[in-house]
């Protein structure tokens, strides 16, 4: 007998949502409310303009902006057609704009007007057949909100394949190129189905999104998941500190994800204290291991973490810790989810056993197609096993939990011995005198690399690497303690929240 196959089309999924729930709220964003009915209009529409526009299945289409529905919009729009999304960077620069959007080969590009400027001055050499503004009128771009009132709606949702791509999410391009990680609409749901298994998702909760959509962790920790699930987003534009605890307060915001910075900035706002945190059942942190300060600082309101670790190329998540055990198992990255495995493998790719040191390695629907346009990046990092190699460094314990040590790229070899900086940042963190630290290798002549500490230090504070040395010389071997020290007013950080180490080497080399 023959079973008609599914439509994995993600965008089939939430207009589904919006069918069986017109009239809930779908995203407020700037104190307006949309509901789902009005959001699936605004898709269809969309859809509709960028079909008479010439999109077709399998092209792509890009946007350029800062958070708004309109990126959402776009996002569903796009696959409705079975086109590909393309996430693009606010933060880059108009030269690195150019290869992106070549490489991707972008068909039409969505650009937030405040940012039509860049887009502007590198125009004559973009590959792209159309562009639309979003907000103010540009010059030499279609108003999109305009071009949409005058064409018919898509009505029916093309039909796809799980293993179809979904969208194209470049990685940051610490070294070399950025390359364009081709993630599915399968890769997409099934995070979502570990996330949910996790976390307990429910229609009722109310998410918060104020990390940057076009990074894996803003789109898909919560945001897509939001949608899929019929439950109200909560959209800010850029990340405050003061409006994301004011927005916790005045929507009864359930969940919300961001890296160990934001939350840190939030209980260093002066109304953190004041602010009603009794909504919030789960704080998702990622990007960073949570020190264990800050989960002391929340736990004191009765606000749990739920730790995760994942890549751009895993949708995001390959792990979670749960705030049942966050303090037990502190700077573990949790258990792998449901539907995906981790293991430790050495440099001849065998697995090792627990406690030992290895390169981390993800197995599972949500580990992406491969990179677009680059068939031997894609090789290397997925091998014939289905194994993506993620580049980090780490080991299971006796449970199964993982920890992660570094980034390969960034472990620092003095004197022969391997130095781990994430293990050593960990105990200069709790210097009193250090609001945020960073550890790095630079060229030494004696040493081979020297581990340098780059700090930035609280109010009124002052410090010196004797200091330094002799508060971490009892938690640490003589060969990892700092041989310099350099102090700076902030850490560089990418919109992720991680610091850039490649600057800092860069800087002090």
């Not at 987003?233 to 409006?243: E, I, K, M, N, S």
Request: proline share 6%.
């Amino acid at each position: 007998m023959h079973r008609p196959e599914p439509n994995f089309n993600l965008a089939a999924q939430v207009l589904k949502q919006a069918e069986q729930r017109p009239s809930n709220i779908a995203i407020v964003y700037e104190g307006r409310e949309t509901t789902y009915g009005e959001f699936a209009g605004r898709v269809r529409r969309q859809a509709g303009l960028l079909r008479d526009s010439g999109v077709c299945v399998g092209d792509r289409v890009g946007f350029l902006g800062f958070n708004q529905p309109t990126f959402i919009e776009t996002l569903f729009a796009t696959i409705s057609l079975g086109a590909i999304f393309v996430p693009l960077n606010f933060r880059l620069t108009g030269d690195e704009l150019t290869f992106i959007i070549g490489d991707a080969g972008v068909h039409s590009l969505v650009v937030d007007s405040e940012l039509a400027p860049v887009i502007q001055s590198v125009k004559e050499r973009l590959p792209c057949r159309h562009y639309f503004s979003v907000g103010d009128d540009v010059e030499g771009f279609t108003s999109l909100d305009s071009a949409m009132a005058s064409v018919p709606q898509l009505d029916d949702v093309v039909a796809l394949a799980a293993h179809d791509t979904l969208l194209i999410m470049y990685t940051s391009g610490t070294t070399g190129l950025p390359k364009g990680a081709m993630l599915t609409h399968g890769n997409i749901v099934w995070n979502n189905v570990n996330a949910n298994l996790a976390f307990g998702a429910k229609s009722s909760d109310v998410l918060l999104t104020a990390a940057p959509l076009f990074h894996i962790g803003g789109l898909n920790v919560m945001t897509i998941s939001a949608l899929q699930m019929g439950s109200p987003l909560v959209l800010l534009r850029h990340f405050d500190p003061g409006a994301v605890l004011a927005a916790i307060e005045s929507y009864k915001v359930t969940h919300m994800f961001g890296a160990p910075a934001m939350f840190l900035f939030m209980a260093q706002h002066p109304e953190f204290d004041s602010t009603d945190l009794s909504s919030i059942e789960i704080l998702i942190v990622g990007a960073a291991p949570c020190p264990a300060s800050l989960i002391s600082l929340y736990g004191e309101r009765d606000v749990s973490f739920c730790q995760g670790y994942g890549l751009t190329e895993t949708s995001p998540f390959a792990s979670f810790l749960g705030p049942e055990r966050c303090l037990e198992k502190l700077g573990s990255a949790g258990l792998s989810p449901v539907h995906t495995e981790l293991r430790i493998v050495d440099s001849n790719n065998i697995a090792v056993g627990p406690d030992v040191r290895g390169e981390i390695c993800v197995k599972g629907p949500n580990i992406m197609k491969g990179y677009w346009n680059r068939p031997e990046a894609t090789a290397k990092a997925i091998d014939a096993q289905g194994w993506f190699h993620s580049g980090d460094v780490g080991y299971l314990d006796d449970e199964g939990y993982l920890y992660i040590c570094d980034r390969l790229k960034d472990m620092v070899i003095s004197g022969g011995e391997n130095i781990y900086p994430a293990e050593v940042e960990s105990v200069l963190f709790e210097h009193p005198a250090i609001a945020e630290v960073a550890v790095i290798g630079l060229p030494d002549d004696k040493w081979g690399e020297a581990v340098t500490a780059v700090a930035a230090l609280n109010a009124e504070e002052t410090l010196t690497l004797e200091e330094l040395r002799s508060f971490a010389e009892s938690k640490l071997a003589r060969y990892k303690l700092p041989l310099k020290l350099h102090l700076v007013p902030q850490l560089p950080r990418n919109p992720a929240g991680k610091v850039l180490k490649f600057q800092l080497r860069e800087q002090l080399s």
